[in-house]
């Protein structure tokens, strides 16, 4: 069949068979023909294909539901604003304003005996992820190390869980915010699956001195069969799809920049041990360079 007799069927005939696709495949319909553009840019399929992905009506009024839908799937959450803290009241924790966040507001922990902070990302394209939370670790931080970081498949139960290296220093984190990544990627086979991710210690002793920024899953691998089986057809590698989300998203646009490593972080240079020999070579012998002019006119105005 043609793209011209594709183009002849009736909008209503498009609307219900783009009803059945996500949003990625609608974006890709979308540079097919001037008819499917068209259908493919109606707000009220952006809202169809919203409840039957999420289960629920877009929340906001006034908003146009494919920019609510583009939030929801960009698989990432503020742990300030989008996840439930347990004791979430002075003096046990506190929301605080923080520029170097991507979301301009971080959940910061005073103290506390019972931790428990966790949420949920809704429909999650099959695929295999890693599990990132964004955080910092104060060098003030107590008994932080028995603190479980975990993610859950609601229907089938998988498991991701790990909690930070015992045999890290305090100061090893720095002041900045970092990446703790999952060891163990987590795999999902249905589509549209929820997934819950929570940090919880429920030992006696008083947990201090660190701050939770947000939580988010990076595709590693999607899962083509899976996709197959749901969706009735094949669909391509799509691994750079999330980091493109991200760098769209109106809260998350710094995002598109990190690196899913531990050390990451919002700062524009790098530490020494990241360098290759040649570019500290560079750097070293442009800094004494420096000196030596700055030396030079010194010495050229003492002299007069």
């Known amino acids: 069949m043609s793209k011209s007799s594709l183009g002849s069927l009736p909008d209503d005939v498009l609307f219900g ?78 929301r605080a304003e923080d520029p170097r966040s991507a979301f301009g507001t971080v959940a910061l922990l005073h103290a506390v005996s019972w931790l ?21 670790v104060m060098p003030r931080a107590q008994n932080i190390f028995d603190i479980n970081f975990s993610a859950e498949t609601r229907r089938r139960g998988r498991i991701s869980e790990s909690q930070l290296p015992r045999n890290a220093s305090l100061l090893e984190f720095g002041s900045d915010y970092f990446d703790f990544v999952l060891p163990q990627p987590i795999e999902i086979t249905d589509p549209f699956e929820d997934v819950i991710v929570q940090c919880k210690c429920e030992s006696h002793e008083w947990k201090t001195n660190i701050t939770l920024c ?9 899962t083509t069969e899976a996709r197959a089986r749901a969706l009735g057809k094949i669909s391509g590698p799509g691994s750079e799809r999330l980091t493109e989300k991200y760098g769209r998203s109106v809260h998350a ?35 004494i360079s420096i000196a030596a002019v700055l030396v030079q006119l010194f010495l050229d105005k003492t002299r007069y």
């Open 17 to 94: 068979i783009f009803s059945y696709c996500n949003g990625d495949d609608l974006r890709e319909l979308s540079g097919v023909c001037q008819s499917f553009r068209a259908v493919s840019q109606d707000d009220y399929l952006w809202k169809t294909i919203y409840q039957k992905r999420f289960d629920r009506d877009p929340p906001l009024l006034g908003v146009p539901y494919r920019d609510q839908y583009d939030r929801e799937d960009q698989l990432i959450m503020s742990v300030a604003e989008e996840c439930a803290i347990v004791h979430d009241r002075l003096p046990y924790w506190r």
């Open 116 to 136: 428990h902070v966790f949420g949920t990302l809704r429909g999650v394209h099959t695929g295999k992820y890693n599990i990132v939370w964004r955080m910092s």
């Open 214 to 222: 947000s939580v988010r899953l990076v595709l590693i691998e999607p």
């Open 253 to 287: 646009r710094r995002l598109k920049n990190l690196r899913s490593v531990p050390g990451a972080s919002y700062r524009p240079w790098r530490p020494w041990s990241t360098f290759a020999w040649y570019e500290a070579a560079l750097i070293g012998a442009f800094g």
